[in-house]
């Protein structure tokens, strides 16, 4: 069975320190995995996915299949991205979330 | 971006009515959506894949009898919550694939039952 999971409920930086959402995921195929972030009063929306190894709003995420990891990193936090970041792995036309982590950048 | 629309946004019925909350593709054509349920401070719980001009795939523990899901075009999906009860009460959220793999959610669908 598929499993993500994000350890971490909270994390609170502050604004220019780096940042690191852990995820990892047990999957026994070749998984395809995105994060999604909400951002406060809005919609799930898509921040980046894995296969297209892009970086969006200077966030960065690497599939590291040793690890099972997908962490999503930011060397310079900023306060706009406070907000609740998913990760999710993509497997037989269905997606599967982890439980969240809320980012909070202080000023 | 693609755009998916939930209504109602929120709603408040009694105890053994049924509610039945509309998932919308306005800009594209979704042959599978997808119904989650949120529960506070928890993560996106997969109910069903809903699959147009087919059934709906449940997900384990769903009681598909419970939760009726119509999906009878490609820019339209029903959630019915069939005698709904205050253990019902949740945030129902709705999203399409698009393409290549994306999701879209909607705005989500807060019940409440009293």
């Known amino acids: 069975a598929q499993r993500v999971t994000q350890p971490e409920k909270l994390l609170s930086v502050f604004k220019g320190a780096p940042v690191e959402l852990k995820c990892n995921y047990s999957?026994?195929?070749?998984?395809?995995l995105f994060w999604y972030v909400q951002y406060s009063r809005q919609r799930l929306q898509l921040l980046l996915r894995?296969?297209s190894r892009e970086s969006i709003k200077g966030f960065t995420a690497d599939l590291n299949k040793g690890e099972t990891s997908f962490h999503l990193k930011k060397p310079f936090a900023q306060e706009e991205d406070s907000a609740m970041y998913y990760c999710?792995?993509?497997?037989?036309?269905?997606?599967?979330f982890g439980s969240g982590t809320k980012l909070n950048v202080k000023p | 971006g693609a755009v998916v629309s939930q209504h109602p946004s929120w709603v408040i019925c009694k105890s053994g009515t049924s509610v039945k909350i509309e998932c919308r593709s306005l800009?594209?054509?979704?042959?599978?959506m997808f119904w989650y349920r949120q529960f506070p401070k928890q993560s996106l719980m997969l109910m069903a894949t809903?699959?147009?001009?087919?059934?709906?795939?449940?997900e384990q523990g769903v009681e598909k009898d419970k939760f009726l899901i119509n999906h009878a075009s490609l820019t339209l999906s029903t959630l019915t919550v069939t005698s709904a009860h205050p253990e019902d009460s949740s945030f129902y959220i709705c999203?399409?694939?698009?393409?290549?793999?994306?999701?879209?959610f909607g705005e989500g669908s807060r019940l409440t039952v009293l």
């Open positions: 999203s399409a694939k698009g393409a290549p793999g994306e999701l879209f």
């Open positions: 999710a792995l993509h497997n037989f036309n269905k997606f599967y």
């Open positions: 809903s699959n147009e001009g087919s059934k709906a795939t449940y």
């Open positions: 800009d594209f054509q979704a042959t599978t």
């Open positions: 999957y026994s195929g070749s998984p395809e």
């Open positions: 894995h296969i």
